[in-house]
């Protein structure tokens, strides 16, 4: 559909996944700037395909899961789909700050958009990362995708059983 080799279909599955270029590279036995290489002939692709936003690799995983690039049951695979349940953790406070993240806003934008400082965006990043138990930015982007799906009338029922 978007003319995606099977190698970058790979690589586009473990960035999905929330995996490194590091750790795609080592899993798929290619060097590191091979797969940096590959991202961006996947970005470049996509652009062409009218989403004039994408910009980085959070973007990637997240058009791959929305395009339906994947079939819709590797979605609750996917490890954020375990981690759906603890956003429950989540005091009013981070559950704004996790939307603002979800959007791919960054800290300023968050503190402006909220009306607080920027060191407590970061507390509260911090704090959302933890209970969360995610290692970046892109693992929490990738949660906000997965449940925005599982709620979503496209595909609901994936979830209902894997609970």
Do not use: W
Not at 17 to 24: D, L, V, W
Not at 27 to 41: D, F, G, P, R
Not at 89 to 108: H, I, W
């Amino acid at each position: 559909m978007y003319g995606i080799s099977p190698t970058q279909y790979a690589v586009v599955g473990l960035i999905s996944r929330g995996k490194t270029n590091q750790e795609a590279s080592t899993y798929l036995n290619m060097n590191y700037q091979t797969v940096k290489n590959h991202i961006s002939e996947v970005l470049i692709k996509l652009n062409h395909q009218g989403e004039n936003d994408l910009y980085d690799r959070t973007q990637i995983a997240i058009v791959a899961i929305r395009e339906g690039l994947f079939p819709p049951s590797l979605i609750t695979r996917l490890p954020e789909s375990s981690k759906i349940p603890r956003l429950s953790l989540l005091s009013d406070r981070e559950s704004e700050v996790f939307e603002c993240l979800v959007q791919g806003m960054v800290n300023k934008e968050i503190g402006t958009a909220l009306t607080i400082s920027a060191q407590t965006v970061k507390n509260h990043v911090a704090s959302i990362l933890q209970k969360l138990r995610c290692r970046s930015r892109h693992e929490v982007m990738l949660i906000g995708t997965v449940d925005a799906l599982r709620r979503s009338t496209i595909v609901p029922e994936l979830f209902s059983h894997s609970r």
